[in-house]
């Protein structure tokens, strides 16, 4: 039993959207990537750009040779059910990068004169765009409807952005002081009302 990416419509409804997703994202890190990581970065972006695409790559390989970890009941459901996560957490991220605008650095850079973005769903929440790229990511686990799949890329993930998260925010205290503690009393950092 194929996973469902790569089963007629359902592989060209993922795969649009899987390009749909990635490639601006990689254009526009492409566009700022040119910059040298920073002391304060930690090695947090090398992290990210090596060990989430490895995670994704073992996640598909687990939905083809463990097919007795595929979620077979509903298994057309939970496909869509991916399908929706991972488009929405797409066009949460790209939000992000609005708000952001030139404050936007696909690495750990903190300057004195950084202002606080409040904007959007930046009032709410203090990493929401890694909480998009959770989003992504688990829809991608979910649309690979295995189990064994959707464990690898939460646990990749999750590593990945709470790693990066304890970088960041350690930078963002170190150089901002009050006004960042104050902004992380205001909001939670990637789940809304909870964490």
Not at 149 to 157: E, F, G, H, K, P
């Amino acid at each position: 039993m194929p996973p469902l990416p790569f089963v007629g419509s359902y592989a060209i409804v993922f795969w649009a959207l899987y390009l749909a997703t990635f490639v601006p994202e990689y254009l526009l890190i492409r566009k700022v990537r040119r910059q040298r990581p920073a002391r304060q970065d930690r090695g947090s972006t090398r992290v990210i750009m090596i060990a989430t695409p490895f995670g994704v790559t073992i996640a598909f390989m687990c939905a083809f040779a463990l097919p007795g970890a595929t979620l077979v009941p509903g298994r057309a459901a939970l496909f869509w059910i991916g399908i929706a996560v991972l488009a929405v957490g797409a066009l949460v991220r790209q939000h992000c990068f609005r708000m952001l605008g030139a404050s936007f650095k696909p690495i750990v850079d903190v300057q004195s004169e950084q202002v606080i973005v409040e904007r959007g769903v930046y009032r709410f929440l203090r990493h929401p765009s890694y909480a998009a790229a959770v989003l992504i990511f688990l829809g991608i686990g979910l649309a690979l409807t295995n189990w064994v799949s959707l464990l690898v890329v939460l646990a990749t993930v999750a590593t990945v952005y709470g790693y990066r998260i304890h970088v960041e925010e350690a930078a963002l205290v170190a150089t901002l002081g009050d006004s960042y503690r104050q902004y992380m009393a205001r909001t939670k950092r990637i789940v809304p009302f909870l964490w």
